[in-house]
Antibody, heavy 119, light 110 residues
Framework: EVQLLESGGGLVQPGGSLRLSCAAS????????MSWVRQAPGKGLDWVSV????????LYTDSVKGRFTISRDNSKNTLYLQMSSLRGEDTAVYYC????????????WGQGTPVTVSS | QSVLTQPPSVSAAPGQKVTISCSGS????????VSWYQHLPGTAPKLLIY???KRPSGISDRFSGSKSGTSATLDITGLQTGDEGDYYC???????????FGGGTKLTVL
């Protein structure tokens, strides 16, 4: 059974940094692209970033380019999201999700970790 | 404002059928596969439909999807109270080089 467990969320001041982690199990982690998707309070799903299985290729939504960095450690079956220069609009629950063959289909999701950016 | 347009809400009685629409453009739905996700309160989002009309293992055949041109639809038959929640369409946008979601549709089973 695929399991994804996010951690690292919390309260951070504007301009601050935070690193999210997602521990994966139940599948061959290195074979699949992994994404981060967020949901702001009262809003819909918002894709943030994807990293391909090898870790060599990454993509980001425009609003986080230059501020967020996605990475993975295939030896530890763990996905990361390093977030810096955080803004109020980054406040959301952050989910990690596994790709199903293609990066645009997310077939397993974690329970999410909340991030609040506020002074 | 989302690139993909969904109705904010739909409702129907238990046992009935509901259709949720998702409208896009040639840079997304028109030339890429569509997925549908269910997000029930307090749970992780779940993949219901992928590649326009395929169901992952374990997903009830009460859920079905289709695509025509730059629009897609999700049909849910035999509605149950446990189906209440938010439903999102998703796809790849070739112009944005990004995964995109619709704004979500809240399903109420009356």
């Amino acid at each position: 059974e695929v399991q994804l467990l996010e951690s690292g969320g919390g309260l951070v001041q504007p301009g601050g940094s935070l690193r999210l982690s997602c521990a994966a199990s139940g599948f061959t982690f290195s074979n699949y692209a992994m994404s981060w998707v967020r949901q702001a309070p009262g809003k819909g799903l918002d894709w943030v970033s994807v990293i391909f299985g090898s870790g060599g290729n990454t993509l980001y939504t425009d609003s986080v380019k230059g501020r967020f960095t996605i990475s993975r450690d295939n030896s530890k079956n763990t996905l990361y999201l390093q977030m810096s220069s955080l803004r109020g609009e980054d406040t959301a629950v952050y989910y990690c999700a596994k790709g199903l063959g293609t990066i645009a289909v997310l077939d397993s999701w974690g329970q999410g970790t909340p991030v609040t950016v506020s002074s | 404002q989302s690139v993909l347009t969904q109705p904010p809400s739909v409702s129907a009685a238990p046992g009935q059928k509901v259709t949720i629409s998702c409208s896009g453009s040639s840079s997304n739905i028109g030339n890429n596969y569509v997925s549908w996700y269910q997000h029930l309160p307090g749970t992780a989002p779940k993949l219901l439909i992928y590649d326009n009309n395929k169901r992952p293992s374990g997903i009830s055949d009460r859920f079905s999807g289709s695509k025509s041109g730059t629009s897609a639809t999700l049909d849910i038959t035999g509605l149950q109270t446990g189906d209440e929640g938010d439903y999102y369409c998703g796809t790849w946008d070739s112009s944005l080089t990004a995964v995109i979601f619709g704004g979500g549709t809240k399903l109420t089973v009356l």
